[in-house]
């Protein structure tokens, strides 16, 4: 029986982990440009992170009244840089997919896309633990599944098999091909540890297979298959990138085509709640002194909770959804160390590194010890990026 998925049911698994895809932003412009009136029609949006940005350069760039809220001094939220002691150090974005994948799209959509310039991270991982270290190339499905049979050669089927399934995702989503039964619909109802055990048993190897979940927020037994699939996928074909030279400037880029469309951004704004009229439709919000910003919609791109249980009036919020919304777990969580160095390290090479001391990284992951100090160490190293990238224009002292 031929199986497919819906555009529905995939748009459902992707808003699980990002509120820009979960639209399809580079549709927009059509329906947008049917709407009359749209000056008469405010929007305000809470939060200038990523995706308070596009949303707000979106319908900015279509002509609506556009005003974005932000309650620190500068647009990103986390996708943003910070200096501190002749350092520049990044929040987030040590890699993600930019080029030939839905930012290239939707910043091309957006008119700022060749502003920007990106560098490629010079390979997918190096995980290294007490039993291997292996290096995953980028840009290279081939070598990576070399790599992987080499370390497990007990393994090559399935690593074989895995990985063509996750290229077939990305073959059916970006390059629109059609296979009798689609690897979409496949996956969508499957975790990522169901989906790695159709596969592979060694615990080693589906610790390198799921290396990605903790991006995700969730453990391989929790984690969509398809949404792994398709955001591990990306990388695995086209290779993570970075934006140059610093993520700040991606953030800048989205906040400057805002404003050159005529929308508003408040900064040190805090949106303190959203206001109903008699008939329960939004007529503004309010910041924290008290100020108004009337709007007949609003986009609230800041965390849930705050969401329900502060912006919003109570008893908006229909009771079995607010029920399904509280059942909800904190996801994964991470402790970052931004280190700068008084010197180069020319003996590693690499830029993103898996490390752990432990013999069993894979049923850690399944079942985290409770002391993080056990847990393993994600290492970015900005230096080996591309030249001068991060070389501090006053060192510190020794
Ligand atoms: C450590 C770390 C590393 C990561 N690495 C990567 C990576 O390498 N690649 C990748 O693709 N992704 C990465 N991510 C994920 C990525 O950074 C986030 O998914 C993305 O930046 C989130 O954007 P957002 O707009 O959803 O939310 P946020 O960035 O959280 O933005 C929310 C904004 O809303 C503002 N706000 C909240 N409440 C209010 C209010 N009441 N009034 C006004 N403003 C308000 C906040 O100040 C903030 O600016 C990483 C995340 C973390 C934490």
Redesign the pocket.
């Known amino acids: 029986m031929k199986q497919t998925v819906s555009r529905r049911d995939f748009m459902k698994t992707l808003v699980m ?4 895809a979960a639209i399809d932003w580079a549709g927009f412009g059509k329906p947008a440009r049917a709407i009359p009136g749209k000056t008469e029609f405010p929007v305000v949006v ?8 596009v949303s707000a350069a979106y319908l900015a760039r279509h002509g609506f009244d556009a005003t974005l ?4 001094a500068i ?6 840089s910070f200096d501190r002691g002749g350092f520049t150090f990044d ?7 930019a080029e030939h994948a839905m930012p290239q799209a939707i910043l091309s959509d957006l008119g700022i896309w060749d502003r920007l310039r990106t560098a490629y991270t010079p390979e997918l991982r190096r995980i290294i633990t007490p039993e291997f270290d292996v290096t995953l190339p980028a840009k290279n499905p081939e070598g990576v599944k070399k790599e992987l049979s080499r370390v497990f050669p007990h393994e090559t089927k399935g690593i074989y098999g895995f990985y063509g399934e996750m290229e077939q995702v990305i073959a059916e989503l970006w390059e629109g091909k059609r296979f009798d039964t689609s690897m979409m619909a496949r996956l969508e109802p499957l975790t990522l540890e169901q989906w790695m055990s159709r596969h592979v048993k060694d615990p080693g190897l589906k610790y390198c297979l799921g290396i990605f979940s903790g ?1 995700y927020g969730l453990r391989p037994e929790s984690l969509n298959a398809l949404f792994y699939a398709v955001a591990t996928g990306e990388y695995l074909v086209h290779g ?1 990138q ?1 934006y140059k030279a610093r993520s700040q400037d991606l953030s800048n880029a989205l906040a400057g085509c805002i404003e050159a469309n005529h929308g508003k951004i408040y900064y040190h ?4 709640q959203i206001l109903l009229d008699q008939n329960r439709h939004v007529s503004g919000v309010t ?1 924290k002194t008290g100020r108004t910003f009337p709007a007949r919609a609003v986009i609230a ?3 849930i909770p ?1 969401l329900f249980n ?2 919003l009036p109570g008893g908006v919020i229909p009771p079995e959804f607010d029920r399904e919304v509280k059942k909800r777990q904190v996801s994964l969580s ?1 402790f ?1 160390v931004f280190l700068g160095l008084n010197k180069p390290v020319p003996q590693v090479r690499d830029y993103e590194i898996e490390l752990t001391e432990s013999h069993d990284p894979y049923g850690d992951l399944l079942s985290p010890k409770a002391d993080p100090a056990e847990s393993p160490i994600g290492i970015t190293i900005y230096d080996n990026l591309f030249k001068g990238i991060p070389l501090p224009e006053k060192p510190p002292s020794p």
Request: net charge negative.
């Open positions: 982990a990002s509120s820009a809470i939060g200038a992170g990523l995706g308070g940005l809220l932000e309650q620190h647009p990103g939220g986390y996708a943003t929040v987030s974005l040590h890699a993600t997919v991006y993570g970075y704004t805090e949106a303190g910041d791109n800041c965390s705050a502060h912006l991470s970052i």
